[in-house]
């Protein structure tokens, strides 16, 4: 049987005190590394893994975070990143980035319901990419990189409970009843229609500037024990709305962003929604972001810069959406012609509306997002508002350098050109395809998206 024993002189050696504390019988101690701003966080490497004492030694706390049961043979701490360094037996190094929130954990704080722990300054830089693409590139399995740490400030939490939902909760409940020996009680309709409508529970985060204004909103895992999330100093991106974001299709695409924010002064709130109603949990935490200094061509007025990126992106934000609602409406369309087809009473007059409203639409397409027609060809044609516009995005929102002239003449032409091609479309969709919709309906056609049948009682 192995007993733990970790022993601490105050006085060089002269007396020696036991801090093992509760620390589980679980193999020898192989090794012991102070916090070298808190004396009474230690942290110690076991047969089974590694655990922290916030207490001197008291109690002791297994580390987890997706580290497997090995043994732990040396421990260090870097000291200027606050990062603790894992030897394992066989299983490699595994580092702890910023082990600092730990700092602030007591006694008290795990009692309670949550816990936003400090946020260190953040550095801002825009990551470099030396093989080509993230991480390792094409390199091959043979070639080994560790991923690094986000990009990003890092805000880290504590949850006492897991926020379980009403589903959750029933079955919680009844796998209790079960192992009491009681008799489980089928749930009933009401209760599984609550479950179904229920708002699931979340976490969030929400990122605010030094005049209070909302910069970002971030959802984080909601299960017991401590979290880490990470903001990467950017707005959200100005994309349609979707129910999930998919992850890239090719290597070579990028996950959509917004604009960078400017260095200086944020704070992050912690709330839980729960049932549909939020609350704040713990204490709201300011931190700094600052600009790294490594920028070869770093904008004079960073101010400026930021103003730039966001008149672009609420360009980007109509304009996807004119291109999203342009697709909705060709669909509608194309139904709307198959729909002329199978009503007996219609005339042919509506098929030819129909194909006069599409030839509108298209001419509106191609200002949009280009001629396919040409682009099948490999022929030339004249940049799409789209174009200019996701150009600007991909050329610059990943620099720190101020926008060029030629960023500065896509974003007037695409705005100009944009203007009308927007009311051409809102026109044909709020008018003249409403209007189609409801000689359709009148001529018993069947029916399509965007309008509801009409319907008497007889």
């Given amino acids: 049987d192995f007993a733990p024993y970790i022993f601490r002189s105050s006085d060089r050696g002269g007396n020696w005190e036991s801090i093992s504390g509760d620390l589980p019988d679980n193999g020898p101690v192989y090794a012991v590394v102070e916090d070298h701003e808190n004396p009474d966080l230690l942290f110690a490497g076991t047969e089974f893994g590694v655990f922290f004492t916030v207490d001197g030694g008291t109690h002791w706390t297994q580390l987890k975070g997706g580290l497997p049961t090995i043994a732990i043979r040396d421990l260090a701490i870097q000291r200027r990143e606050n990062d603790l360094v894992l030897g394992t037996f066989g299983r490699g190094f595994y580092v702890l980035d910023d082990y600092s929130p730990l700092r602030a954990v007591t006694a008290e704080s795990l009692s309670q319901e949550a816990q936003l722990f400090p946020v260190k300054r953040s550095w801002m830089f825009m990551e470099s990419f030396p093989l080509g693409l993230r991480s390792k590139s094409f390199q091959g399995d043979s070639f080994y990189t560790a991923d690094n740490p986000p990009v990003g400030a890092v805000f880290t939490y504590y949850l006492k409970d897991e926020l379980k939902s009403l589903k959750k909760r029933r079955q919680d409940e009844e796998k209790r009843i079960d192992g009491e020996g009681g008799t489980v009680s089928y749930p009933s309709a009401d209760e599984l229609r609550a479950e179904a409508r229920e708002e699931p529970p979340a976490i969030w985060l929400t990122v605010r500037d030094a005049s209070g204004g909302v910069v970002r909103r971030l959802e984080g895992p909601n299960g017991k024990g401590i979290h880490r999330v990470s903001w990467d100093f950017r707005f959200p991106d100005s994309l349609p709305a979707r129910l999930r974001d998919a992850p890239p299709s090719n290597p070579f695409q990028s996950a959509p962003i917004g604009p960078m924010v400017v260095p ?84 042919r007059s509506l098929i030819d509306e129909t194909r006069a409203l599409e030839d509108r639409l298209d001419a509106i397409q191609i200002a949009l997002s280009g001629d396919p027609i040409a682009r099948r060809r490999s022929e030339p044609s004249p940049p799409s508002i789209r174009q200019r516009v996701q150009g600007i995005v991909s050329g610059h929102w990943t620099s720190t350098s101020a926008p060029t002239e030629s960023h500065r003449e896509s974003l007037r032409i695409a705005g100009e050109a944009f203007a009308p091609t927007l009311e051409d479309l809102r026109t044909l969709m709020d008018r003249d395809m409403r209007a189609l919709a409801e000689k359709l309906d009148a001529a018993g056609a069947p029916w399509t998206p965007g309008r509801l049948p009409s319907w008497e009682r007889r």
């Fill in 264 to 347: 200086g002064t944020y704070e992050v709130v912690l709330d839980k929604v729960v049932d549909g109603v939020a609350t704040v949990l713990g204490e709201p935490q300011r931190f700094e972001t600052e600009a790294l200094g490594t920028a070869s061509l770093p904008a004079g007025d960073k101010a400026a810069l930021l103003a730039f990126q966001q008149e672009t992106a609420a360009l980007q934000r109509a304009v996807l959406g004119a291109v999203r609602a342009a697709d909705h409406a060709a669909d509608s369309l194309a139904l709307f012609r198959k729909a002329v087809i199978q009503a007996p009473a219609a005339e």
